[in-house]
């Protein structure tokens, strides 16, 4: 792997950090970097590359919110499955929000399975991209503008309800079918119109794409044909490791953001963004159908 192999796989692992867990579509920053910055890499792996390289930004979540997701352990746990024997080291309330989290994935895992390569052939394209960024950006708006004098039902990830997390997993499903979408940005905002709080709707978001991306990334190695070098595998492991490092700290920011601010800012940037890819889409210069 040459230095600039190098330095791209970083700022590579730079975008996938700061975008997989705003609102903004990491898919369409992606596309954005790769038509003015390619990775020397072979098609085939490239299209691993974008997937598996959110590894190491799903691993950032997982160790920062380890004690609100481990399932098992005798220390602090409120809700044991039963008071005596190996029930004790069991935290109910944990395997609970777990359930839930497989509820919301169900309509993402049918579809991906199914449909995963046609999907990308059908709407893996500038338009779409473009359409969904500024139609998701005008959402945010509208939707924040509907709740601002609403107070939220659900304050505790606890709280959510299975329909509540079937619906939210509904909305996951746009994201799936429709690149640009934002997997983060329509599940927080479909939580949002059903009355979940800002800051439990990131949370469930970023406890969602757990499953979502291991899956996702099982799923891309499992299909993938091709050869793979020394440089491919070091350039993935750079990116997947400066994900993790930029990760950590957006999303420790990004949570502190919205304790105190709405998402409207993410809609006007969705709507800027979604105009600058109808340009350079109309201009030739982005790299997708």
Not at 16 to 42: A, K, R, Y
Not at 90 to 104: E, G, H, P, R
Not at 131 to 136: A, P, T
Request: with cysteine.
């Amino acid at each position: 792997m040459s230095v600039l192999d190098f330095i791209i796989a970083i700022i590579y692992g730079i975008v996938e950090g700061i975008t997989e867990w705003l609102p903004v579509s990491s898919t369409g920053h992606m596309i954005l970097l790769d038509s003015f910055l390619h990775l020397n890499v072979s098609e085939a792996f490239y299209d691993l590359y974008l997937v598996v390289i959110q590894l190491g930004a799903i691993m950032a979540v997982v160790i920062i919110y380890w004690k609100e997701i481990w399932p098992f352990g005798i220390k602090d746990n409120e809700h044991p499955w039963k008071k005596e024997g190996i029930g004790r080291y069991v935290k109910a309330d944990k395997f609970s929000m777990w359930f839930k989290i497989l509820v919301a994935c169900i309509p993402a895992i049918i579809v991906g399975v199914l449909f995963d390569d046609y999907l990308d052939e059908l709407f893996y394209n500038w338009v779409c991209v473009s359409i969904m960024l500024i139609l998701f950006g005008v959402g945010f708006i509208v939707v924040e503008k509907w709740v601002k004098n609403k107070t939220p039902d659900v304050t505790s990830v606890d709280d959510i309800t299975y329909p509540q997390a079937f619906l939210i997993g509904a909305f996951q499903l746009v994201a799936a079918v429709f690149p640009g979408t934002s997997r983060s940005g329509s599940t927080i905002l479909g939580s949002l119109a059903i009355g979940i709080s800002r800051e439990v709707a990131a949370k469930f978001t970023f406890f969602l794409a757990i499953p979502v991306m291991f899956g996702a990334s099982l799923l891309k190695i499992i299909k993938f044909e091709g050869e793979v070098s020394g440089s491919d595998i070091a350039m993935l492991i750079t990116g997947m490791v400066v994900a993790f490092v930029v990760s950590w700290f957006v999303i420790k920011k990004f949570m502190s953001y919205i304790r105190k601010h709405n998402f409207n800012v993410f809609g006007w940037y969705r709507i800027i963004a979604g105009v600058l890819f109808l340009v350079l889409g109309i201009a030739g210069l982005l790299k997708m159908g």
